[in-house]
């Protein structure tokens, strides 16, 4: 799928978070690599900056191939899937999204 833009990504990037889990590991996930990511710029410590995509990712992709049963779609858009999973989260955050309903 081509998409010309974030905006025609952003519902299929949904689409493929349907499961609550999956969204709760993202949201854990994203959350993880926000914080790491404010220890590395306090501490410049590059154990935070390695540790950011192993938390971000590895929860992801976890929740994709074992809770929803598909393939990230990091491997195919992986630009607007690292922007989707920040505009998620903060849809989470302000409860436009909802991870239980």
């Known amino acids: 799928m081509n998409f010309k833009s974030f905006s025609d990504f952003y519902p299929f990037y949904l ?13 854990i996930g994203t959350l993880l690599v926000s914080i790491l ?24 992709w ?9 393939n990230p779609a990091t491997f195919k858009h992986p630009l607007y899937s690292l922007r989707a999973d920040f505009v998620m989260f903060f849809h989470i955050l302000i409860g436009r999204i909802k991870i239980f309903k």
């Open 15 to 27: 689409s493929e978070h349907s499961k609550s889990l999956t969204k709760l590991f993202h949201f």
């Open 37 to 60: 990511f404010l220890l590395y710029v306090y501490t410049f410590d590059l154990v935070y900056a390695y540790l950011m995509p192993l938390c971000g990712y590895g929860l992801a």
């Open 62 to 70: 976890f929740s994709h191939f074992f809770i929803e049963k598909n």
